[in-house]
């Protein structure tokens, strides 16, 4: 491992210089800025200050960049601080609302991003050169997908790869395989760009659901205006959003919820209905399938690898045992059951 943290501060340090001669005609600040990061502060690799420095420019706050670094908010302050000290600037003006980037921050924050994406494209590559399958491997897919596809299967990984060690990170916002907050994940739409392999492995279709009393009463009465159980407006980008704009055709929804689960328990309490992923509808004893002319929303599924780490062994199992899953759960997923 000598070798390689020799061979990561080699790499850092010409970055460095590729950036500061980029910048020797550029405005003299720039390039004494640029000067003081290499001479001042990277001749003693604190790189991980510079980490801490693109969490709160992230951000805009220490308690988000703790958060996102697992560290805690006055361990974050002190480093930036080390840093503004390291390079006699200050890199933040300190708001009500938050953490700003100065002028001299602004300049630090794209040669940052330059480092940081050559330090990590030295990691993964260091990383891919495993060829057992063991160690840490951080996976990242849609909370839903993990809670009722993924998850209560990973004992049946672990029984056939004991030595790794599987993290799983969930949420709305895709997290990022360049800057290795992921080694694979497993998403919802196609990756445009970056520099990933991409494989699909499967379609998650979508159906819309009531309970059985709603449904009952609803044909008793005659009616055919349901009432629907809809997402929030963060969400209008999302292709269920469309349709059920459509369907409501300017009436108000029944129920905002910003999760499906709880849109789930809304069309089970007899609110409405719901447009839900078949492997979160179909099996629940609580709702019916509503019938409907036409196809209903669907969306692919991919399985994405940062292209470094494709020779991993560790990394491959994961993502081999999850194209393998979906492929079991298939039916499931397609609300074909």
Not at 213 to 238: K, M, P
């Amino acid at each position: 491992m000598e070798n390689s943290f020799a061979l990561m501060e080699n790499k850092i340090n010409s970055t460095l210089y590729s950036v500061c001669a980029s910048l020797i005609h550029a405005p003299e600040k720039d390039y004494w800025l640029c000067r003081a990061i290499h001479f001042s502060y990277m001749e003693n690799m604190e790189w991980d200050d510079l980490r801490y420095f693109l969490a709160v420019a992230r951000t805009g706050s220490l308690s988000a960049a703790a958060e996102k670094l697992r560290a805690s908010p006055s361990t974050v302050s002190r480093r930036v601080s080390q840093l503004e000290r390291a390079l006699s600037v200050s890199l933040f003006d300190h708001h009500q609302t938050g953490y700003t980037l100065t002028d001299d921050g602004t300049d630090l924050f794209f040669q940052a991003e330059t480092v940081e994406l050559s330090v990590t494209d030295l990691e993964m590559k260091v990383a891919g050169r495993d060829r057992q399958p063991e160690g840490h491997v951080k996976f990242a897919t849609a909370e839903n997908l993990a809670n009722y596809v993924i998850l209560p299967e990973i004992a049946r990984f672990k029984a056939r790869y004991p030595g790794i060690v599987l993290e799983v990170s969930t949420g709305i916002g895709s997290v990022s395989l360049s800057r290795r907050e992921a080694d694979l994940a497993v998403r919802l739409s196609r990756p445009e760009q970056g520099n990933v392999n991409i494989r699909r492995i499967g379609t998650q279709r979508f159906g819309l659901y009531g309970s059985p009393d709603y449904l009952s009463r609803q044909q008793r009465e005659g009616r055919t205006d349901f009432d629907y159980i809809v997402w929030g407006e963060e969400f209008a980008h999302l292709p269920m959003m469309a349709w059920l704009d459509r369907m409501l055709m300017g009436r108000p929804p029944a129920l905002i919820a910003h999760s499906l689960y709880g849109q789930l328990v809304a069309a089970r309490a007899g609110l409405g209905l719901a447009v839900l992923p078949c492997f979160l509808g179909d099996p629940e004893p609580g709702l019916r399938k509503v019938e409907l002319e036409g196809d209903m929303v669907e969306q692919e599924i991919w399985l994405v690898i940062h292209r470094s780490l494709a020779g991993s062994a560790r990394v491959r199992a994961v993502a081999d045992f999850m194209a393998e899953l979906f492929a079991e759960k298939r039916a499931l997923l397609e609300g074909t059951t």
